[in-house]
Structure formats: C-alpha cells, structure tokens
C-alpha cells in the first residue's frame, strides 16, 4: 500500500531532515524524562505530549511517508524474495 512519497528525492538531505528532527525531539524528550526521575505533574506531561506531536506525525500513513520518502523503494523481485526465503534458499533461487 503506497504512502504518497514523494519517490523523486530519496535519499536527499531534503528528505533526510524531518527524520533527523524527530531523532532529535526523540532524544530532547527522553533526556526530559530521565531528569524528572519518574516524578511528572500533569502539565509536564501535557508539555511533553505537545512537543512530542511538533516532529512526530500521528497519522501512521503520515509516519511511513516521511521514511518512504528518503529510502529507496524495495523491488517486486526483492519482496517475493524476502517473503519466500525458505523456498529461495532450498531451490536456490528457481
């Protein structure tokens, strides 16, 4: 099932960015959390959950397109291979 992406930039730094932005929202959040020790009041949580949807899509569509827009599309040939290794590695690929 495609997600939209935009196949005509893989692998670009333009495509690379918002990964990298959530990479670093990821890890602004977590070392948030390792500083509270386990104690949150609720309007930290509400900050965090805030910050958390400024980089990270919701939509899981929305997700996948972000990652299929910078990697490379796997082929027909590659996923039959993959989906049937055991098969592949037995016949030795016929």
Do not use: W
């Amino acid at each position: 099932q495609s997600t939209g992406a935009d196949l005509s930039k893989t692998g670009t730094i333009d495509t690379l960015i918002p990964i990298v932005a959530m990479k670093q929202r990821l890890e602004s959040i977590n070392s948030q959390l390792m500083s509270k020790s386990g104690k949150l009041f609720p309007d930290e949580c509400k900050s965090i959950l805030k910050a958390l949807q400024q980089n990270i899509p919701r939509d899981e569509n929305d997700f996948k397109r972000i990652f299929d827009s910078y990697s490379t599309p796997v082929s027909y040939k590659q996923k039959f291979l993959d989906q049937n290794a055991f098969l592949v590695y037995y016949t030795k690929g016929f």
